[in-house]
């Protein structure tokens, strides 16, 4: 397995931010119930408001994707776009221990999407620009794997923080919840740090330039109906949003189970380090074996896992049902990147790949937001539901996501 030393040395750096970041999915849902909010969410409260800030940041963030990988690319300077927006997220970090009401959270949470669609399109853009098609997989791969490494592990530590809490510092009295947002940015500040000094940024190719803004949603030739670019950030879309339905039912899931936020953690974490674990092994694999094959295997997975999170009975059950949607997660989410970046136009991959950037994080609000609305008619119905659209994204990706014919190095759109 082939692996480019700039981009171990990002995902590394990457792996500090993610730690902070995957704080707030743990701490928010239970800084949003706690009783310290104000107000309401145009006139929402609990699951439902606490959906609506969790998914604010995907759809934000997703919206902003787009135009913000086609600046890198106009720019081709990755790196200071993946610094810059890290200083923002560790700055709004420290924003929410004054923020007291739902619209002030929702606020800051937004803000923290927009500084996040700027290194996060950066970041994969320059990924795919240091990988040839034969280790783009692993590159994705392991990109994804270190970063998924310190978004498993925060919530660990989030869930411990806020039971622990409140601690003394310097003399002042700090809940649970502000040691858990000053550790967050924290995280971002020592990302900031370590993408600045570890990680080179290749030089621009002479002649190559990004073009226009476009994103391509039909396919230009042949018998597909979809450009197969749209088509894997449609897969990734749904895949995403069947991972992220437990985040906003932290509460209904910790009473169901009879368990402490440590276990909610747990559970989380369970997920992501399966999926980590996997990921340059199975992008390792696609280098030699093809994207597509593992992209559909892995969201037929995703169906039963999917199914088996909504009927947990027991926090071990739901631990290893998690565990199993990380083996599906792994077998769709690198392989999908390296087809992406096999498929992008030269200087053009930081808007082309934000599409499945962007399907990520759209996926994540979808999820999100329809359990806290989904979950009134039953616990099971957000995840029968989010089952039946994998085995659609299935559909999709092996009608339309074609693999281009030849092994050449390089990121050349047929």
Same mark, same amino acid.
């Given at each position: ?28 849902? /239970? ?14 409260? !609990? ?6 800030? /969790? +998914? ?56 923290? !999407? ?30 994804? +794997?270190?970063?998924?490494? !310190? ?59 990004? !073009?226009?803004?476009? /994103? ?49 953690? /747990? ?148």
């Amino acid at each position: 397995m082939k692996v480019d030393a700039n981009v171990a040395a990002l995902g590394a750096a990457r792996m500090a931010d993610a730690v902070a970041n995957s704080f707030l999915v743990v701490v928010l849902p /239970l800084y949003v119930a706690s009783g310290q909010m104000g107000g309401t969410l145009f006139g929402l409260t !609990g699951a439902a408001a606490t959906g609506v800030i /969790l +998914s604010g940041f995907g759809f934000f963030n997703a919206a902003l994707q787009p135009f913000a990988g086609h600046l890198s690319d106009r720019a081709g300077r990755r790196k200071l776009f993946v610094v810059g927006g890290l200083i923002a997220v560790c700055a709004l970090s420290l924003v929410y221990s004054f923020a007291h009401s739902y619209v002030t959270v929702l606020l800051v949470r937004l803000g923290q !999407g927009a500084a996040a669609a700027f290194t996060i399109t950066a970041s994969i853009a320059l990924v795919n620009e240091l990988s040839a098609r034969e280790n783009r997989g692993a590159n994705m791969g392991t990109y994804n +794997s270190l970063r998924l490494v !310190g978004f498993g592990a925060g919530p660990l530590a989030a869930g411990f923080l806020v039971e622990s809490g409140p601690y003394r510092m310097f003399g002042r009295r700090i809940t649970g919840y502000d040691a858990a947002f000053y550790l967050a940015a924290f995280g971002a500040l020592l990302s900031v740090a370590l993408v600045t000094r570890l990680v080179k940024e290749p030089p621009r190719a002479a002649g190559v330039q990004p !073009g226009a803004f476009r /994103l391509a949603l039909r396919a230009s030739e042949g018998s597909h109906v979809l450009d197969p670019i749209f088509a894997l950030g449609i897969a990734t879309l749904l895949m995403t949003s069947s991972i992220s339905l437990l985040s906003p039912l932290e509460k209904q899931v910790n009473a169901r189970l009879g368990q402490t936020p440590f276990w909610f953690g /747990l559970e989380f974490a369970a997920f992501v380090f399966s999926l980590s674990a996997l990921q340059p092994i199975v992008g390792s694999w696609s280098d030699r074996w093809g994207r597509r094959r593992f992209i559909v295997a892995g969201l037929v997975l995703l169906a039963p896992a999917t199914m088996a999170v909504g009927l947990a009975g027991s926090p071990w059950w739901m631990v290893a049902a998690r565990m199993a949607q990380g083996i599906a997660g792994a077998l769709v989410f690198a392989p999908a990147l390296a087809l992406g970046g096999d498929l992008v136009r030269k200087g053009a991959s930081g808007a082309q790949l934000s599409v499945l950037t962007m399907g990520f994080g759209i996926g994540i609000s979808v999820g999100q937001i329809s359990a806290g609305f989904l979950v009134r008619w039953g616990f099971i119905v957000p995840f029968a539901a989010a089952a039946a659209l994998a085995l659609a994204a299935a559909f999709v990706v092996w009608r339309e996501a074609v693999e281009p014919p030849a092994r050449g190095g390089g990121g050349t759109r047929r």
